[in-house]
């Protein structure tokens, strides 16, 4: 529960605290016997390996190098202590001499060792603080602990303070303490007690201090401190404290920073306790150091951060891993209990049943499931929990987003992600091997080299003899990818940097979600070609976000609904066979009736083919499909058509969806057929629009915003060629065919052969070769004449006639029958019937996923790879893959990929009444939820709506308010779901 925060602002700020956290503890220092971070058979493997193998080799000499460089070992104790400060640490409001929107981000400075007591502004290029900073003022602060500390701060003529001691008091801090694991692990390594004296230096004045570090930060959420501009750092007293704000140092304004430090801090103290440095510094100061940091930093840090707020957020695992190693390290159970109940709860009710991360972003996929990456670990082993038969589901959740990656190993842009041109070292496909090598040590494989020297040193029961390298990555990175449940879908052929990968999106709303519904984007030639831009923090966010910097349909100039998308159609291209995806969202806008896309992948060569655009719409009145350029080159726009200058078109709009980002917007009228091309970096991207009479093509710039790298003062100088094709009168069926080429393309004409009820034929040369294209998105098939007189029939969603040195292959992508005058393909088209039984979580085998169904189906592999869909008569539908078709007693069984789960929430009831509970924890999925099943203590309902963060709403009359601290569990598919399978 979030209480109003209470901040302290007198002259003297109190946040003293009357009784110590320790005051009802056991003893310290407790009995654990360390090392427990590493085990004592972990470190001599590690030992053995440094001696065996150059990457482990180089590891521990990189360390010591680091050390060495730093200039650590030459400096005395009282030097190293007079680096770790009474005062806390907190950002800038902003900087005082550009004054920029934002400025106090961490990204827009820079701080050396060679510089100590300034800080370089990255925007300015100032030098902070200057000769005209000196204070004018200093506030006193009464720390937890009784302690009264002095802030100096210098005032702007807007009474803006600035305090730069504790800016750069930040860096200098961060930098000692940083260099503390460096130590201890290079101790562990070599055996010599230099490196343990200082770190444990580092660790014992770090316990002195920090029991007077006063609760401080922004207190709101970081959006707020982005709306405001500039940062305004408070103090705070009473608990709980609020989400952004912590004890230690809070540069980065964000929860949990105790937590995070130390979590470092505990490692370094377990790693050098045994080397008896503690007893001597304790000798030499007559006290006992060791009790002093179990009771003042790890206990305390911990206690703390059991005041903080608490949600289910991508932060939960700087909690989990703090809460998990000093509850271990103390000997506290109280401890390690919170961080595995922090821990399930975001394993139950806070991924896709597909596995992936509830925010559909590679970035906070990375930060929290890295963040929880050695979970398994740090509360395994001996004494510990079984991680993984707790939850099988664990490997998966690490490695699921892999397909998410370009053929270039950049991450999908998709909603908030950083792309690595406005963010460079944002994570890409690089940043996926430590999740795969993680992976692999829980189920055994062995994939990949070393990913995390750390890691693979100490952790790793599989040898590996150097670095793992892109090429191995960029391997396991498959072509073709659908995560169903978050829906994301990729269709691809070939693997080479310069392979085509269109993808789309259709998952439901979540947090860091853009208005994208059905938006799609286009790589090749080793460039990402048709955008969406990702994650922004500058002033331009309201584009990034809007529809309308999307590759999608905007209807009547309006914003996206939150509507989640359904799968309707998915089957992978190969160099050889066309794939499709297909995906509805009828109500992305208020008066969508149909909001259908379907592209299919032609293949032309072995890591090159042309997608075919199919976008039906309707309601409201005017439709425009957008297309953007890239957004990480400069792109021109060439046609043939005349065109006149027209902004009005689209700024005019009323409620425009983000048009007024637009500018230099020439129309024309583009005919029956038109084509247009983005060119630039020798690339070039042709859209040939197809059907287009009585159409308006309006061609302008909108802000690429990437390359100005998130400097507002910049956003002006990046744009991108923006295509807006616009169809009239509320009922619109938007064909094009995008083929991405360097030198020339393999489409030389493109026709609109029939456009009959709901079907389209479209007919593509490609030199001596044609290809005719059948789509009918409703499955519903086609019947058409080809222009040499000829007949087409197709009977489901679509086919393609490939014809090529006199002969004509048939090719169905979903149907049972494609036909051109006397020739036929016949196929079964599908399967259907009903579940019998569902093996997984929700039957208590959380190591499967498995479907026992009334019809026979084929177990000769053929339905490897489809797609089963499960419906409930008025619940969701789900999608799953099928990994292969077994037997189980007489019956077929569905085996299916990817461990899905169909569990997808699960907590316990601390209140409620007729028909809706309260959960224990956050449902971050709750999107997902409505006529999904909840099932309470044997009884079952089904789920009308979630209400604030974890209010269940049940279509049911029983009385929740008997059920309080009883266990609920969210699911979705059961015994007796309609099921089909589409081929
Ligand atoms: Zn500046
Ligand atoms: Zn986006």
């Not at 100032?126 to 000769?131: K, N, T």
């Not at 590679?362 to 930060?367: A, E, G, K, S």
């Not at 489409?747 to 001596?768: P, Y």
């Not at 048939?810 to 036929?824: K, M, P, Q, V």
Request: with cysteine; hydrophobic share 35%.
């Amino acid at each position: 529960m979030r209480t109003e925060e209470r901040r302290v602002d007198d002259a003297v700020i109190d946040c003293s605290r009357e009784i110590p956290y320790w005051a009802d503890a056991r003893p310290f220092p407790r009995t654990v016997e360390h090392p427990l971070f590493y085990s004592q058979a972990e470190i001599e493997r590690a030992r053995t390996r440094v001696a065996r193998h150059d990457w482990a080799k180089q590891y521990r000499d990189d360390q010591i190098a680091k050390i060495e460089e730093s200039g650590i070992l030459s400096m005395g104790a009282e030097e190293i202590r007079g680096e770790i400060f009474e005062q806390v640490t907190f950002p800038l409001p902003r900087c005082p001499v550009d004054r920029g929107q934002r400025s106090w981000r961490e990204n827009f400075w820079t701080w050396s060792v060679a510089d100590r007591h300034h800080v370089h502004c990255e925007t300015c290029s100032s030098s902070l603080p200057g000769a005209e900073h000196e204070p004018t003022g200093e506030i006193e602060v009464i720390g937890p602990a009784g302690g009264l500390v002095k802030y100096a701060f210098w005032e702007d003529e807007d009474g803006t303070r600035y305090f730069f001691n504790s800016f750069v008091q930040f860096y200098r801090q961060k930098w000692v303490i940083d260099l503390a694991p460096k130590l201890a692990r290079s101790y562990v390594l070599t055996q010599d007690a230099t490196f343990a004296r200082k770190a444990a230096v580092i660790v014992a004045r770090l316990a002195e201090v920090y029991p007077n570090y006063p609760v401080h930060g922004f207190g709101k959420g970081f959006g707020s401190a982005d709306k405001q501009g500039y940062y305004k750092n408070s103090f705070y007293r009473d608990t709980p404290f609020p989400f952004v704000s912590s004890r230690w140092a809070n540069f980065a304004v964000g929860p949990y920073v105790d937590a995070a430090y130390v979590y470092e801090i505990a490692q370094v103290y377990d790693l050098i306790s045994d080397s008896g440095v503690f007893e001597a510094l304790a000798r030499e100061c007559g006290r006992d150091v060791k009790a002093e940091i179990e009771r003042d930093l790890l206990y305390e840090a911990a206690r703390h951060t059991l005041e903080v707020d608490r949600r289910l957020t991508n932060y939960q695992g700087r909690f989990i891993m703090a809460m998990g190693l000093v509850g271990r390290l103390l000997g506290e159970q109280d401890f390690v209990a919170e961080a595995w109940e922090v821990y399930t709860a975001l394993v139950d009710n806070s991924f896709h049943y597909d596995g992936f991360w509830c925010e559909n972003t590679l970035n906070y996929f990375n930060m929290i499931v890295g963040s929880v990456l050695d979970v398994p670990h740090v509360m395994g082993g001996t004494g510990g929990i079984d991680v993984l038969g707790e939850r099988p589901i664990v490997p998966r959740i690490y490695d699921c987003p892999l397909g998410l990656h370009s053929p270039q190993g950049e991450t999908l842009p998709v909603n908030d992600t950083w792309s690595s041109t406005l963010r460079p070292g944002a994570p890409g496909l690089r940043s996926m091997a430590k999740f795969v090598e993680a992976a692999d040590e829980l189920t055994g494989a062995n994939r990949i080299q070393v990913a995390r020297p750390e890691f693979a040193l100490f952790r790793r029961s599989s040898e590996a003899s150097r670095a793992v390298d892109e090429t191995e990555l960029q391997a396991l990175v498959p072509d073709n990818y659908l995560l169903p449940g978050v829906g994301d879908a990729v269709l691809g052929i070939g693997r080479t940097p310069n392979a085509v990968r269109t993808t789309l999106y259709f998952g439901p709303w979540a947090g860091h979600h853009h208005y994208d519904t059905l938006g799609m984007s286009l790589f090749g030639c080793g460039h990402e070609l048709l955008s969406d831009i990702g994650y922004t923090w500058s002033l331009y966010r309201p584009w990034v976000n809007s529809a309308a910097s999307h590759n999608t349909v905007v209807v009547d100039g309006r914003e996206q609904s939150q509507a989640s998308g359904r799968l309707l159609s998915y089957k992978p291209a190969s160099p050889t066979q066309v794939g499709m995806i297909s995906a509805e969202a009828s109500a992305a806008f208020e008066s969508s009736t149909v909001y259908t896309r379907t592209m299919l992948l032609v293949p032309t060569g072995s890591d090159s083919g042309y997608t075919v655009d199919l976008f039906e719409v309707e309601g409201g009145g005017t439709h425009d499909y957008l297309l953007h350029g890239s957004a990480d080159f400069d792109q021109s726009i060439r046609t043939d058509l005349s065109l006149s200058e027209t902004d009005e078109e689209l700024t005019g709009i009323p409620d425009g969806a983000a048009y007024s980002y637009i500018s230099n917007v020439r129309g024309g009228d583009p005919g029956d057929s038109c084509k247009i091309t983005f060119e630039g970096e020798g690339t070039q991207v042709d859209v040939h629009i197809l059907g287009a009479e009585g159409d308006r093509l309006l061609l302008g710039r909108g802000p690429s915003v990437r390359r100005a790298k998130d400097a507002d003062h910049r956003l002006d100088e990046f744009s991108y060629p923006v295509v807006c094709w616009r169809k009239q009168g509320g009922k619109s069926r938007f064909l094009a065919v995008i083929e991405n080429h360097q030198g020339e393309p393999v489409i030389e004409r493109v026709q609109l052969v029939a456009r009959g009820g709901s079907e389209v034929a479209v007919l593509v040369g490609e030199g001596d070769r044609t290809r005719v294209i059948l789509v009918n998105s409703s499955g519903e098939g086609a019947r058409v004449a080809l222009p040499d007189g000829r007949s087409v029939e197709l009977v489901g969603r679509a086919g393609v006639i490939h014809e090529g040195d006199g002969e004509s292959v048939l090719e169905i992508i979903e149907g049972s029958r494609l036909a051109l005058d006397g020739e036929a393909v016949d196929q079964v088209g599908g399967y259907e019937g009903c579940v019998l039984d569902v093996v997984g979580d929700i039957s208590g085998q959380p190591g499967e996923s498995r479907l026992v169904v009334d019809v026979d189906l084929p177990r000769d592999g053929s339905l490897n790879g489809k797609v089963m869909f499960v419906s409930r008569p008025k619940g969701p539908e789900s999608a799953y893959m099928i990994q292969d078709v077994a037997e189980a007693e007489g019956r077929s069984a569905v085996n299916l990929e990817g461990i899905p789960r169909f569990v997808r929430g699960r907590s316990e009831i601390v209140s409620g009444e007729r028909g809706r509970f309260e959960s224990k924890v956050e449902l971050p999925m709750k999107s997902t939820y409505r006529g999904c099943l909840v099932s309470v203590g044997g009884e079952t309902g089904t789920i009308i709506g979630v209400e604030g963060r974890g209010t269940v709403v049940v279509d049911s009359e029983v009385d929740y308010s008997r059920n309080v601290g009883v266990a609920f569990e969210i699911f979705a598919t059961s015994r007796g779901d309609q099921f089909r399978i589409l081929v």
